[in-house]
């Protein structure tokens, strides 16, 4: 899948132009000419964007829709025409306009200049009510979550990547050095639990993923306790897992499909 950051199409409008002919020396010909004129009715106006009676939303109505990873946010930023966006951030929706720029495009939210969306090439930089989240990477263009396109089989939106936990089913992750994950190609899946390295295999099929329970870690004993405590109960929960996909805030999920999940967020530098 090409992460080019893709030129925005112009919207054209097509003028057919009507034959022309010698010009009419009969009278009557004038006359029925400016009756069609005068009865001619006016341009229809356009429907609005709709769908079974219900107006589109403004991704649905987009151009195209560009993903990106900013930091630990997952942007989605949509072209809705040539002068007007749509810019979603976790569950918050920001309507964006084109404003002049020095270089490059860029977009601000209708009232909140604070709140900006810059690009160019494939470089990508947003602010939030004056905060700029980290630089940003474009994922893909036009696609659904990664863990369920068409090309998620092969794992790319997945592996080499650091991924830090951040809660073990729903409790918050402890430690100065927090469990890790690292998937890596031809199946092979290692990390840190806390204290210990450990290893081993994994295979993905869409967002199905299994990991061979006969992992391999080292047996360092570390302090304070509930350090030990959550690295046995991560080194326990992690090959059940059988889910995975990427949440709106860019952290990758991994679940039973019961009660067990691990939260990740992707590491400084992934």
Not at 132 to 144: F, Q
Not at 190 to 210: E, M, P, Q
Request: some cysteine; hydrophobic content about 35%; charged content about 20%.
């Amino acid at each position: 899948m090409s992460t080019a950051v893709r030129t925005v199409p112009l919207s054209l409008t097509l003028i057919a132009i009507a034959a022309c002919s010698a010009p009419s020396t009969d009278p009557a010909d004038d006359t029925d000419q400016a009756a069609q004129a005068t009865t001619s009715s006016p341009p229809a106006e356009a429907p609005a964007a709709s769908r079974a009676g219900q107006t589109l939303t403004a991704e649905e109505q987009a151009l195209f829709t560009t993903r990106l990873q900013c930091g630990d946010a997952l942007v989605e930023f949509a072209i809705i025409d040539v002068t007007a966006a749509d810019m979603r951030i976790a569950n918050t929706s920001y309507a964006m306009q084109v404003v002049e720029s020095a270089s490059g495009a860029r977009y601000e939210n209708a009232g909140n200049p604070d709140t900006s969306f810059w690009n160019q090439g494939n470089k990508a930089m947003v602010t939030i009510d004056g905060e700029r989240l980290p630089e940003c990477t474009v994922l893909m263009d036009d696609d659904t979550n990664p863990a369920s396109s068409k090309e998620a089989g092969d794992g790319h939106w997945l592996r080499d990547i650091t991924w830090v936990l951040v809660t073990m089913n729903g409790n918050e992750a402890v430690g100065n050095e927090l469990p890790t994950v690292l998937f890596a190609d031809e199946g092979r899946v290692s990390g840190s639990a806390g204290c210990n390295r450990y290893n081993g295999t994994y295979s993905l099929d869409g967002n199905r993923i299994a990991f061979n329970p006969a992992m391999a870690a080292t047996k360092r004993y570390c302090s304070p306790e509930e350090l030990m405590r959550q690295e046995d109960a991560f080194l326990k929960t992690l090959p059940g897992m059988a889910q995975a996909t990427v949440n709106a805030d860019g952290h990758l999920e991994l679940g039973d499909g019961g009660n067990s999940t691990l939260v990740f967020r992707r590491g400084n530098g992934s």
